[in-house]
């Protein structure tokens, strides 16, 4: 008797589990099958978020000491810790709500390419995967650059409406 409970509270698990991951791919189906109509009111838009997910240019203010370069994912680094505020262009958004232009981010640990020896639980400042660029941290006062060659690819093919990143809102 045991074993039949057992067994009914596993299949119960097993089936809410691929319902919620079907209703997860519904809604991926149906953000990716917008109308003509949607894509024609946010056209504009969509090319000016497509313009600002070119660069990334931030002042951070927060303690830490840091230091980060990035030639894409695969040939960067990051030794240090912080917990900062920033302001200004926040990057590639990576997804397709825009991104503040103002927030907090925190990042500690050691990082070289894909190894990744950083803390569980910071706030990081979510980097495109063809991303270059450089941050620094000293004392209080943090500076982060970058610019990704891929975004530019990405605005060029949206004004034929082909989006590369799919992060068109």
């Known amino acids: 008797m045991n074993r039949f409970i057992v067994a009914i509270i596993i299949s119960g698990i097993f089936a809410t589990a691929s319902s919620v991951g079907a209703e997860e791919e519904k809604a991926a189906n149906d953000s990716e099958s917008h109308g003509t109509l949607h894509k024609i009111v946010l056209y504009l838009p969509n090319r000016v978020l497509d313009v600002f997910d070119i660069a990334r240019l931030r002042l951070r203010v927060g303690p830490g000491v840091a230091v980060d370069a990035r030639v894409t994912e695969i040939a960067s680094a990051f ?16 997804r397709p709500m825009p991104k ?11 990082q070289a390419s894909v190894i990744d020896a950083s803390a569980a639980g910071g706030v990081g400042p979510d980097y495109g995967p ?7 941290q000293i004392l209080i006062i943090g500076l982060d650059i970058g610019v990704d060659p891929f975004e530019m690819a990405d605005l060029l093919t949206g004004f034929f409406l082909v989006d590369l990143r799919n992060d068109d809102l």
């Open 79 to 94: 030794v240090g810790s912080y917990a900062s505020v920033y302001a200004g262009l926040p990057g590639p958004r990576n």
């Open 100 to 110: 503040l232009p103002l927030g907090f981010e925190s990042r500690s640990g050691v």
């Open 130 to 136: 063809a991303e270059i660029g450089a941050g620094l």
